[in-house]
């Protein structure tokens, strides 16, 4: 875990940051983006707030001092199986929604790349939890897909909050 010390500090300082910075954006955009009839865009802040707050609690439990593997795989398990299946419910939610094709198709790859990357993490930490492997280059990668995802999303949404309407 100590080679990993320095990858988990960044991770958990940017997600920290752009945590913040997102909760800023929905906060001054709140009805564009928790509105009753701003569905999409509820769930998508709802998505990138999830994988932020995933990356920076497993980035911090890394960090404890003198964690092993298995505890740390088992911790994770623990902490992201109920996201894991909020992420999977949401898949559902946006693609069996009525809407056009084109729209549905954006909108599920956006979730697509939320279920990647937590079933990644899961799988990692589960190897870890029953000590099949120190698989920490994937975990690793399912951090870097959470972010990446969730900057996307962020993305996304600033563009949503520039073209809704002042309120």
């Known amino acids: ?96 929604r009525s809407m056009a094709w084109p729209a549905r198709l954006r909108s599920a790859r956006r979730h697509l790349s939320a279920m990647i990357g937590f079933g990644i993490m899961l799988w990692a930490a589960l190897r870890l939890a029953l000590g099949w492997g120190e698989d920490f280059n994937w975990m690793a990668a399912a951090m870097l897909v959470l972010m990446i995802s969730s900057t996307t999303v962020s993305w996304t949404l600033l563009t949503r909050f520039a073209k809704a309407k002042p309120g």
């Open 1 to 96: 875990m100590q080679a990993w010390s320095q990858f988990y500090s960044v991770t958990a300082g940017a997600a920290a940051t752009l945590l913040g910075l997102l909760f800023v954006a929905a906060s001054i955009n709140a009805p564009a983006a928790l509105g009753p009839e701003e569905a999409i865009s509820r769930r998508l802040t709802e998505q990138a707030f999830q994988n932020y707050l995933a990356v920076m609690l497993v980035s911090l439990l890394a960090l404890f001092p003198n964690i092993d593997p298995k505890t740390f795989g088992t911790v994770v398990v623990l902490a992201t199986a109920g996201w894991s299946v909020w992420v999977v419910i949401r898949f559902s939610q946006t693609v069996f």
